[in-house]
C-alpha cells in the first residue's frame, strides 16, 4: 500500500491516465503490452497486460476484470484476475494473478489530488527475497511517481490524440465486444505452474531495470 500527493493534477485527469491504455505505453516503461479484451457492463471490462520483469527473471502476464466508479469528484479504480477460455496462459510469460488491485484518486481541490495504490499479487514462481524487496521499495513508489508525472503531461498529449475519445466516461463510444460473466471465473493461483527462480542473484540484475 502507497500513496502519493499529485500537484497541478485534478483527480479527473489522473482517472483518465489510469484508464487510457493509448497513453500507457508513454510512461509505463515496463509494460510489454497491455489491450482491452472485452466489456462486460458500462464500468467493468476484461483486460491483458503484460510486464517486463528485472533479467533474468522471467516475465509476468496478467487477465483482470476491472471496474471502476466514481465517486462524486473521487474515483476509484480495482482488478482481479480472472480465466478468459481465449487467453491462457502464455509459454513466454508466467501468468501471475491479481488477488485484489486498487487505485483511489481523492481530489485535493480542484487541480490536486491524491492517489492511493493497493495491490495484493501473487507473482507466481518461488522467487527470491531481494526481488520481494527490489519491488516493495523501489518499484512501487516509482511507479508512483511515473503516474504523477504522466498525469501532468496528459492535458497536452490528449488534446493531439482523439480528445474526444473517453470511452470510460462516455459508454457511448466503447466498440469492445461483449463478455459474459459465464465465459469468465477466478483465476486461482493453485492453479497455475510455479516456476523457480530462487536461484538467481541480485548481482545478475540488469542495470536498465535498476534505473527503471
Known sequence: ?????????????????????????????????????????????????????????????????????????????????????????????????????????????????????????????SLPKWVVNHVSQFVAPKAMKKIYKAGLKYPEWKRKHDPGYKPWVYPEQNTLPSVSLDELSVQHADSLENIDETGLTEDHLSTSDHEA
Not at 509494460?31 to 522471467?58: F, Q
Not at 476509484?76 to 486498487?102: C, E
Not at 487541480?111 to 507466481?124: E, G, H, I
Open 1 to 125: 500500500q502507497t500513496r502519493i500527493s499529485c500537484k497541478d493534477v485534478p483527480a479527473e485527469t489522473l482517472y483518465d491516465v489510469l484508464h487510457d491504455t493509448r497513453y500507457r505505453k508513454k510512461w509505463d516503461s515496463n509494460m510489454i503490452e497491455t489491450y482491452d479484451i472485452g466489456r462486460l457492463t458500462i464500468n467493468a471490462d476484461v483486460g491483458y497486460y503484460s510486464w517486463k520483469c528485472p533479467s533474468p527473471l522471467k516475465n509476468r502476464d496478467f487477465v483482470t476484470l476491472r471496474s471502476w466508479l466514481p465517486l462524486g469528484n473521487d474515483y476509484m479504480i480495482i482488478n482481479y484476475s480472472v480465466k478468459h477460455p481465449k487467453y491462457p496462459p502464455r509459454k513466454d510469460f508466467v501468468r501471475a494473478v491479481s488477488l485484489q488491485t486498487g487505485y483511489l484518486i481523492k481530489a485535493n481541490g480542484d487541480s490536486a489530488c491524491v492517489l492511493y495504490y493497493l495491490t495484493q499479487v501473487d507473482p507466481r514462481g
